[in-house]
């Protein structure tokens, strides 16, 4: 965080001064209860119904709390600590966050979408990392209360930032902007998720359309130009650039001539009327995509395309994203328990659909989550995916995955299907099935430590 004369800030959201002295700089900015205190020179808002331990922030000390709690419950705080009473604490806190973010002219992406929103981050971030400073949002802990600490972690050293909008609720994606104010926003994709929160899938699109509003006065909007949901998202309203990633003739940046190779994706990338030859770690074509909106991203922030795809080929692809590993009688283990929604099932098939040829296909699939009133009606469509191909075994864990396993075999799947309530006894139906024709794939909810365990305890092991 850039520091912040404490005198600066008092003035700057009209408060009183409680207590404690006000010349001296603060270096990071939390929301009390919220995040953890860990550093010393912390700003901390404190709500109202926030029971404030002073002992506690008087170890971190020198700290600074701004609250809007009456002076007497303010008294409190020790020498350490300085205290700013405000009228209203949330018309301090958003006062805050847009003094701090106009303090810096960069870059700041934001991305949402169903599935790649991390890898498409993390393809961003290692492709400028090399000659800029980047902050970025940490793996996939991208859930609005993290915004300001993320938001906190730019400085005047910072060249760019690029941050994920996690969504279980309308209003989420809303609310980051309103923290980061994007200057460039990507929509990976929109699938199915969050029904629960969203209603139904029409309110989970015109969720995730929040970010088309949340960008900067003429910044940038990159979108997905084959994604039917995608294209139910209103740019009408819209006045900045808009730029396309994909494989139809409408892309700006689109891809050709996809193929699997050794350990990913090569492919041809087409932009301005030149091409260019690429490659992608990690296996399918939505890495491809990924690989796309990664690019039109940093090409907007005035890189060369030559250097970005150079960049591009170098990049690891992520642990438990479609992860290959050897496992027991020199079967193929695939670890995909990173995440778990329709959408990421289905590309995982297609992946198996290449990968898996000629081989003996297993699938263990865990619950979908988060789907609402949608939850049988989803699991089905799945099953009925897994009947039209030709997989050996089928093995479903959980109540909701139950309905896949029915949906397959209602529609006819030669697989030989298993259910279970949880992962104890699948070790046992899998053990005769892994051999070296054998390709396994394990995808589950990223809650389910014992499904994230299991894939763990399969890679690299021996017969």
Known sequence: ?????????????????????????????????????????????????????????????????????????????????????????????????????????????????????????????????????????????????????????????????????GLGNSGNIAHQCMIYQPTIGIITNIGVHHLDGCVNLNGYIKAKSEIVSGIARDGTLIINADDQNTKKVSLRNFKGKIIYFGISNRANFRASDIKFAANGMDFLVHHANKTYEAFIPGYGEHQVYNALAALAAVHEMEMDLVIAISRLATFKNMTRHLEFSNGPGGSTIIDDTWTNNPTSVEAALKVLDSVGAGKNVILVLGDINRLGNFEKKYHAEIGSLIAKRNIHTLITIGSKAEEIARKAKEDGTKADVHVFQDVQGVLEVLKPKLDSQAILLIKGPMSSRSMIDFANSLKQKDA
């Open 1 to 165: 965080m850039e520091p912040l004369y404490v005198k600066d800030i008092r003035i700057l959201l009209q408060g009183e001064l409680i207590s404690g002295s006000e010349n001296w700089f603060v270096k990071d900015a939390i929301y009390y209860k919220r995040h953890e205190l860990t550093k010393l020179n912390t700003l901390m808002f404190a709500s109202r119904s926030d029971s404030i331990n002073w002992a506690e922030i008087d170890k971190k000390g020198p700290a600074l709390v701004i609250s809007d709690k009456p002076i007497d419950e303010l008294s409190n705080a020790l020498a350490n600590t300085t205290v700013i009473k405000v009228r209203s604490l949330v018309q301090a806190y958003w006062k805050f966050i847009k003094y701090y973010r106009n303090l810096f002219q960069l870059p700041v992406v934001a991305i949402t979408g169903t599935c790649g929103k991390t890898t498409t981050k993390e393809i961003i971030k290692h492709i400028l990392s090399k000659d800029r400073n980047v902050q970025a949002s940490i793996s996939s802990k991208n859930e609005p209360r993290q915004s300001l600490p993320y938001l906190a972690g730019i400085d005047k050293n910072t060249d760019a930032a690029v941050f994920e909008l």
